[in-house]
């Protein structure tokens, strides 16, 4: 038998033993999917916990549901921060999308001394990566979404950045000579990790000392130059394969 269709909420959707559906899903659970009242699905609040609800009423405007139980997931260690170096075009979108599969935490865009690209709608961008977020998150099942921070200059970001202890600092970089498999199999334990990826062109020297001295490794990932894109998509598959 498979299972309800599944559907995102905000915690302030949840109502005691009942749960509002509203805004774009409404029309796709009725006309699209042409569910009725005595139907379930599963929705998920965003921070982890799922509810199998059951349809009790439909109009234009919401879905009215009863909650029938739910359930907690567990926490996925470790927790990853992304720090992208803003590349060109829609390139960010793609990122966005493939980081949230690949089950990073929180996203954040940074102007490097190399991005290209000028910065004059970011309260829109936010709202679409945000939205891209959720959508990834709903198709690759994840119970959460990645928060996605404002955008921020990497030299902020890097001397305003306190992490927690134990935290990892990851810094792929061409000339950087630790192997990350290296640097990720002598923490076997570690809960959070923060990367930085360089836009294209990658990070200046200035950059790199910078992060360094911040306590970021500047790790090798192999004799290849990777695309910005290319770099994030396998920083996280490595990150992954490791800690799975």
């Not at 935490?105 to 990566?129: H, M, N, P, Q, Y």
């Not at 902020?156 to 290296?182: A, S």
């Amino acid at each position: 038998m498979s299972k309800p269709p599944r559907f995102f909420i905000s915690p302030g959707q949840v109502s005691g033993p009942d749960i509002t559906i509203t805004d774009e899903d409404v029309r796709h659970i009725a006309t699209v999917l042409r569910m009725k009242t005595g139907d379930q699905l599963l929705l998920c609040d965003g921070r982890g916990t799922e509810y199998t609800v059951k349809i009790s009423d439909i109009n234009k405007s919401a879905i009215k549901t009863n909650i029938l139980g739910q359930t907690k997931s567990v926490i996925r260690y470790p927790l990853i921060t992304l720090g992208q170096g803003l590349p060109k075009s829609d390139k960010m979108d793609w990122i966005v999308q493939k980081a949230t599969e690949l089950g990073t935490a929180s996203i954040v865009a940074l102007i490097t001394e190399r991005t290209i690209v000028k910065v004059k709608d970011e309260e829109k961008r936010l709202v679409r990566w945000r939205r891209i977020c959720r959508e990834a998150a709903m198709q690759s099942n994840r119970a959460d979404i990645p928060t996605v921070e404002g955008i921020q200059t990497f030299k902020d970001y890097v001397q305003t950045l306190h992490p927690r202890p134990g935290t990892l600092l990851l810094l792929p970089w061409e000339e950087g000579t630790e192997p990350i498999k290296g640097v990720l199999r002598a923490r076997p334990e570690v809960k959070n990790i923060v990367i930085l990826i360089g836009p294209e062109g990658g990070f200046s020297a200035a950059e790199a000392a910078l992060a360094k001295d911040k306590g970021f490794h500047a790790v090798s990932l192999g004799p290849n130059i990777l695309r910005t894109e290319t770099a994030t998509v396998a920083v996280l598959g490595i990150i992954g394969y490791e800690y799975s």
